[in-house]
């Protein structure tokens, strides 16, 4: 029998995908691995194809939602699962937002998706959620502008009282500014899926081990994959806080959370 590096290690997922007709593949996946928890983001919005373009060309994004009730459904048994809400900042939160930020752990903004700059007041609109409720923020940023690192990394300014946690290693595979970005706002974290090695082990340097964060990505990328680098590019004393206790930390809920 192989062992791996994070054996015995309490390893939770701080960023995957699901729907309805996914979570028994993911929780094979995550049982086969010894991945204990994950965070979902409901999937399934824009096409995998669709979602590459606007990422790669920064736009324009469109005014769609996501199947948050289904998700949140799909997982009710689930003590291992939990769901960030995939807001849709088209309009500012109302009183339906509000109540499904009430079943989730976090909230997710996917400018790629929607093209709406972090920095835009509808956008406040979620984060004044979030601070109420004491949940983390997810972003997966692109570009340069209003989607950008940057912008976010000023929005977490804005509103210290709030985690904010970068997705996808920043802008993607090789992006060594991400860190710089955001080292100055305490209250980021930097989730590693999609990042080369590299690039996680200079996050680790830049920001310390304690602001880095396992996340799969499942089903765009097998766990696997990210714990097999995280096992690379993470000291053997860190890997128990990225792979799994810092997202323990930052996250308060019933399911899949520290309580
Ligand atoms: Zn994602």
Redesign the pocket.
């Known amino acids: 029998m192989s062992s791996d590096a994070w054996d015995g290690i309490e390893v939770v997922d701080a ?1 995957a ?1 699901a729907n309805r007709a996914l979570v028994p593949r993911l929780l094979a996946t995550m049982a086969a691995e010894n991945v204990s928890a994950a965070f979902l ?1 409901a999937g399934g919005v824009v096409s995998p194809m669709e979602l590459s373009h606007t990422i790669v060309t920064e736009g324009p994004g469109r005014d769609v939602d996501a199947d948050n009730a289904e998700l949140l459904e799909a997982i009710e048994g689930e003590p291992s699962l939990a769901a960030f809400c995939f807001v849709n900042p088209h309009r500012a939160a109302g009183e339906a937002d509000r109540k499904l930020v009430e079943e989730c752990a976090g909230i997710k903004f996917a400018p790629g998706v929607h093209g709406i700059g972090h920095l835009d007041p509808r956008v406040q609109s979620y984060v004044d959620l979030a601070a109420e409720r004491g949940l983390p923020v997810y972003s ?1 940023c692109i570009g340069n502008g209003a989607l950008s690192v940057e912008s976010y990394a000023r929005l977490a300014g804005r509103n210290p009282e709030v985690t904010f946690i970068l ?2 290693a920043g802008r993607g595979n090789f992006d060594l500014d991400a860190a710089q970005e955001i080292r100055g706002a305490e209250n980021v974290l930097f989730e590693t899926s999609g990042g080369f090695d590299f690039v996680i082990k200079n996050a680790v340097e830049t920001l310390g081990a304690e602001r880095v964060v396992f996340g799969s ?1 499942f089903p765009i990328q097998h766990p696997r994959v990210e714990l097999t680098k995280l096992a690379l590019a993470v000291a053997e004393a860190d890997l128990p806080a990225v792979l799994g206790g810092n997202i323990r930390r930052v996250t308060r809920t019933r399911k899949g959370g520290s309580t």
Do not use: L, P, S
Request: glycine fraction near 14%; aromatic fraction near 0%.
């Open positions: 960023h995908h983001v997966h997705g996808h990505e």
